[in-house]
């Protein structure tokens, strides 16, 4: 292991340092975004978007160093990427409609403006109760 990364090109490790911050600096503004806000409907949209793009950026980095150090192209990590992609925002969706599902079902009052705009609502369904 040792050989290879002495044998890295200077180019393909400043790109993978590059992809590396960029994705670990989006998944910590995620993460920071959900320590920070108060609410689960403002909750759940920060990890969302530091997750897909975060992740991306790592899968990128990781897509490089390997292809680099393998000598042959290395692309299933777009696998992880797709995944990561498409379940992400489809979580969000359930978790927010679940939660705004409950609120309903409990009639609570607390139902604020960032959950009328997690739920998608425009037709004032939510201003009714």
């Known amino acids: ?3 290879q990364i002495d044998q890295f090109p200077v180019w393909a490790a400043i790109a993978v340092s590059a992809f590396l911050v960029l994705g670990s600096t989006l998944a910590l503004i995620g993460a920071i975004g959900l320590a920070r806000f108060t609410t689960f409907y403002e909750r759940i949209h920060a990890p969302t978007l530091g997750t897909s793009w975060g992740a991306g950026g790592i899968v990128m980095a990781s897509m490089i160093f390997f292809t680099i150090s393998e000598s042959r192209i290395v692309i299933h990590e777009i696998l992880i990427g797709i995944f990561v992609t498409v379940t992400t925002p489809v979580t969000l969706m359930l978790l ?3 939660a705004l599902h ?3 079902a409990e009639n609570n009052p ?3 403006k960032a959950a009328k705009s997690a739920a998608g609502s425009t037709d004032g369904a939510v ?3």
Request: proline share 0%; net charge neutral.
């Open 1 to 3: 292991m040792t050989d």
């Open 102 to 104: 409950r609120d309903r």
């Open 127 to 129: 201003e009714e109760r």
């Open 96 to 98: 927010a409609r679940a």
């Open 110 to 112: 607390v139902l604020g």
